[in-house]
C-alpha cells in the first residue's frame, strides 16, 4: 500500500478546505489534485536540496579525511651517514650525517652495539638529544662498534640510518680534499694523496685561507681529541716529500715548517744522496739517518707536548719535537716532486713506540 507524503504541518492549516480535497463542489474539488500536484512539486524540491545538502556535507567530511597531515607531523626520513668524514681514536669517534629531510627534524639520536663482546650481544647504548648533524661519542678502546642514527620529531622518530662500523685499535682519519692543493690528486678512499707532471693553472693558485696554494699540500681531518694518536705514512725513497703537523690555519702560501705553526720531517733525494731535516720555525738540528725509511711512523703526544718520528721497519727512533700545542693540530703531507703518499691509520700503536711516552 502507498504511503502518502508526510507534509509539513502548516500545510494542513491556512489553506481553503477546497484545497485541502474537502470541498463539497464538485468543480472545486476538481482543482485539488493539481494544487496538490504543484504543493508536492515544491515540497519534494526541498527535500531535493535537503538531500544534496547532506550528500555534500558528507563528501567534504570524506575529503578531510582524505587529505594529508602536515608536514610537521609526519616521522622524518631516517638520515644518511657520511661514511668518509668518520674520525675516530681509541676513546672516541666523530660521526657526521646528512639530514635528508624535508620534514622538520627536532633532534637526533646515535645508536650504538658493540659488535665482539659477547657479554654485550645486541645491547645499544644511544646518545639522545642532538641537535646538529654530527656528534662526538665518547668510545672503549679496542673495540668494534656498529654504529646508527635516527632523526626525531612531534611525528615520531625515524627509520635507523644505514649502519657504520668503527674500530677504537687506533686513530683513523681521511685526508681533507678542502685543504688539497690543486696540482694534488686524493684517491677515492682518502687515504693516498699523488702529485703528477701536470703543471697547475696559475687561475687555480689564489691565495686561500683553506687551500694550500704554494706549497703541494693537504691535511688530514684527525678527530678533535687530546690523548695520544699514531699513523703511520708510506713513502717513495727517491721523491721529495714532507710529513708532519701543523694547525689548522697555518699559512697556506708557506712551506710546510717554514712557521711556527708547523712541525715537519722533510727529505730531499738528489745525486743518490738522501737529507733529512727536522723542521719548525725554519730551524732543524743537525742529524744523520743512515737507513732511509720506507714508512714512517708519527706519534703525536697531546698529553707530554710530543711529536715523534720512527722508521717502522727497523722500529728505530728519529727525532722528537717538543710543542706548544694549545690548540688541535692536523696531520699535513706535501710532495715537492711528482710521487705519492699513502696514509695507513686506524693501527694499533706498535710497541717500541710506547717507550717515547
Not at 75 to 85: E, T, Y
Not at 139 to 162: C, H, K, M, N, W
Amino acid at each position: 500500500m502507498s504511503q502518502r507524503p508526510h507534509l509539513p504541518p502548516h500545510w494542513g492549516t491556512g489553506f481553503p478546505t477546497w484545497i485541502r480535497g474537502r470541498g463539497r463542489d464538485a468543480n472545486t474539488r476538481s482543482l485539488a489534485p493539481a494544487f496538490l500536484f504543484i504543493a508536492l512539486n515544491v515540497f519534494c524540491g526541498q527535500t531535493a536540496v535537503m538531500l544534496v545538502g547532506q550528500a555534500l556535507d558528507k563528501l567534504s567530511r570524506q575529503e578531510q579525511m582524505v587529505i594529508p597531515p602536515p608536514l610537521s607531523t609526519l616521522a622524518p626520513s631516517p638520515p644518511v651517514i657520511k661514511s668518509n668524514a668518520i674520525r675516530s681514536c681509541e676513546e672516541a669517534a666523530l660521526i657526521c650525517w646528512e639530514s635528508g629531510n624535508l620534514n622538520p627534524v627536532d633532534s637526533y639520536s646515535v645508536e650504538l652495539t658493540q659488535a665482539e663482546t659477547p657479554e654485550a650481544s645486541g645491547v645499544t647504548e644511544s646518545v639522545v638529544g642532538i641537535p646538529t648533524c654530527e656528534a662526538l661519542v665518547q668510545l672503549q678502546p679496542r673495540q668494534r662498534y656498529t654504529i646508527y642514527v635516527r632523526a626525531l620529531s612531534v611525528g615520531g622518530p625515524s627509520a635507523r640510518s644505514d649502519p657504520v662500523t668503527v674500530c677504537t685499535a687506533g686513530s683513523y682519519f681521511h685526508l681533507d680534499q678542502r685543504t688539497c692543493h690543486p696540482g694534488l690528486t686524493v684517491s677515492e678512499d682518502g687515504f693516498t694523496v699523488v702529485r703528477s707532471e701536470r703543471k697547475t693553472p696559475a687561475k687555480e693558485l689564489l691565495p686561500s685561507y683553506t687551500r694550500f696554494t704554494r706549497c703541494f699540500a693537504v691535511m688530514g681531518n684527525l678527530i678533535p681529541v687530546r690523548g695520544r694518536h699514531y699513523w703511520e705514512v708510506e713513502v717513495d725513497q727517491r721523491s721529495d716529500y714532507t710529513v708532519g703537523v701543523a694547525f689548522e690555519d697555518v699559512p697556506k702560501q708557506e712551506d710546510l715548517g717554514a712557521n711556527r705553526l708547523s712541525w715537519c720531517m722533510r727529505h730531499r733525494f738528489a745525486s743518490s744522496r738522501h737529507k733529512y731535516e727536522f723542521l719548525h720555525n725554519q730551524a732543524t738540528p743537525d742529524i744523520r739517518i743512515t737507513v732511509s725509511p720506507r714508512k714512517i711512523g708519527i706519534l703525536l703526544d697531546y698529553e707530554n707536548s710530543k711529536l715523534s718520528f720512527f722508521n717502522v721497519d727497523i722500529s728505530q727512533h728519529l727525532y722528537t719535537f717538543s710543542c706548544q700545542l694549545h690548540q688541535f693540530v692536523h696531520p699535513c703531507f706535501s710532495l715537492e716532486k711528482p710521487g705519492c703518499l699513502k696514509i695507513h691509520n686506524g693501527i694499533s700503536m706498535p710497541k717500541h713506540v710506547t717507550f717515547y711516552f
